[in-house]
């Protein structure tokens, strides 16, 4: 199986930074594409940023300019560094990989970690 583990998450000042790490482990031939997704209390799960294989990313307009998405691929590793922390930033970050595991031919899956919860106050 394929297992993702994320770390880093903690409780930050405004405009303090934080790296997040999300780590895939398993049967895996080959990851697609990583993205970062954060959840607020009582708001829905939003997509925050991706990046590809070949290193192209994107972002939600509300974290341009402040968080960084990127991988390692020899580590099957993604990683956000997050800077200018708000308030409004406190959530659970979710990390999702796109995957296509050994022995599977070239089928995808879609695989979720457990969760880092930033907290951003003062």
Known sequence: Q????????GLVQPGG????SCAASGRIFRINTMGWYRQAPG????????????????????????????????KN??????????PEDTAVYYCNANIIRIGQGLRTYDYWGQGTQVTVSS
Do not use: C, H, P
């Open 2 to 9: 394929v297992q993702l583990v994320e770390s880093g998450g």
């Open 17 to 20: 930074s934080l790296t997040l």
């Open 43 to 74: 708001k829905q799960r939003e997509l925050v940023a991706t990046i590809t294989s070949d290193g192209r990313t994107t972002y939600t307009d509300s974290v341009k300019g402040r968080f960084t998405i990127s991988r390692d691929n020899a």
């Open 77 to 86: 590793t993604a990683y956000l560094q997050v800077n200018s922390l708000k």
